[in-house]
């Protein structure tokens, strides 16, 4: 069986808030304030800004958290673990779609541990498996009329 390509996972940060301590204190501040944001800008000292947001913390106000931004290219990584994190939403998620993105060239799958854990024939079984499927796959992308 020659095709086989295992995912390697990977994490790129692609965009993140700069000085998210500083926007987290200043979308919370207008909450409690009736001064300007640019008055509460530049109220805003270092110290401030720690100290407003360990109280927001230890007041359990979190929600002035979600005004910081970090997005992360995840990649490699199962559909199960996917659905894991974005079932249990902490965050915003677009997702690469099975329904517009071919994988006729680039068919990527896990071997699961417990798999792994029953030996090299267990193993081979699995990839062969996996190879029959995308052999299916393919089959049905031409029999739909599928580009890519």
């Given amino acids: ?9 990977t994490v790129t940060l692609l965009a993140y808030t700069p000085d998210p301590a500083r926007t987290v204190a200043c979308a919370a501040k207008l909450c409690y304030s009736s001064s300007s944001i640019n008055d509460l800008r530049e109220g ?3 110290e401030k800004v720690k100290s407003f947001v360990e109280m ?41 779609s099975q ?24 193993e081979r079984r699995y990839a062969d498996q996996m190879s029959q499927m995308h052999a299916w796959y393919v089959q049905w992308q031409q029999d739909l009329g599928a580009k890519g």
Wanted: charged residues 20%; neutral net charge.
């Fill in 44 to 46: 805003l000292t270092d």
């Fill in 56 to 96: 927001l913390s230890d007041l359990g106000h979190a929600s002035p958290i979600e005004h910081a931004s970090f997005t992360f290219a995840v990649e490699g990584v199962s559909r199960v673990l996917l659905a894991q994190l974005s079932r249990h939403r902490i965050a915003s998620f677009s997702v690469q």
């Fill in 1 to 9: 069986m020659s095709f086989r390509r295992v995912f390697m996972p």
């Fill in 99 to 122: 329904r517009y993105v071919s994988l006729a060239e680039n068919f990527s799958y896990i071997v699961p541990p417990a798999i792994k854990a029953l030996g090299e024939e267990a």
